[in-house]
């Protein structure tokens, strides 16, 4: 498993395993403590784990979370997805800057994003399983959601959205988003 920086976005990574495949399928080591200290990460610091299942053209995001923030190691598991981060800190080099990436389950590349960073995706196949791994207890209350389809971030999404939770759909602009974190 190798660490690859990513230019876009201040603090963020990919890390690419090595499958071995044979007759059978394939194997792969999808986490390494010892990869995630060596780019200056704490791999004790991730204390929850889920999984989302979604269809072809599901969109989900754009999503942060107030306050501290949280990190998250994304990794879509099986079929293939559109993954977007943002980067919303600012005292960030890459401040507002957007990285967009094909995550698959062929590859298993797992996608790190550093907290105050915005995280969306969209499901380029029939069945997409997209795993996460965060730092931090999830509170409700700390959920802020940016519209998908802001013209100032322009997000080329691959294919129309074909399903979002109402959250998503009726997402602020994150000009909006933005104004509220001053006030």
């Known amino acids: 498993m190798k660490a690859i920086a990513v230019p876009e976005i201040s603090g963020a990574y990919l890390f690419e395993p090595t499958p071995y495949a044979d007759e059978r399928g394939f194997f792969c080591r999808t986490f390494?403590?010892?990869?995630?200290?060596?780019?200056?990460?704490?791999?004790?610091?991730?204390?929850?784990?889920?999984?989302?299942?979604?269809?072809?053209?599901?969109?989900?995001?754009?999503?942060?979370?107030?306050?501290?923030?949280?990190?998250?190691?994304?990794?879509?598991s099986y079929g293939?997805?559109?993954?977007?981060?943002?980067?919303?800190?600012?005292?960030?080099?890459?401040?507002?800057?957007?990285?967009?990436?094909?995550?698959?389950?062929?590859?298993?590349?797992?996608?790190?994003?550093?907290?105050?960073?915005?995280?969306?995706?969209?499901?380029?196949?029939?069945?997409?399983?997209?795993?996460?791994?965060?730092?931090r207890p999830h509170d409700p209350s700390e959920d802020v959601t940016i519209a998908f389809d802001d013209p100032e971030l322009a997000i080329p999404w691959p294919l129309p959205p074909t399903l979002m939770s109402q959250r998503d759909r009726e997402a602020p602009s994150l000009a909006e988003v933005l104004k509220q974190k001053e006030s």
């Open 80 to 135: 293939r997805i559109f993954d977007v981060v943002v980067d919303l800190r600012p005292d960030s080099p890459t401040y507002r800057n957007m990285a967009s990436f094909e995550l698959s389950g062929e590859t298993q590349t797992t996608l790190y994003i550093p907290a105050g960073c915005a995280h969306g995706f969209q499901a380029l196949t029939e069945t997409a399983d997209t795993s996460y791994r965060i730092d």
């Open 32 to 76: 390494d403590a010892d990869v995630v200290r060596s780019v200056g990460l704490d791999p004790d610091t991730f204390i929850q784990d889920s999984v989302s299942r979604s269809a072809r053209g599901v969109l989900r995001g754009l999503h942060l979370r107030s306050g501290a923030g949280e990190a998250k190691l994304v990794r879509c």
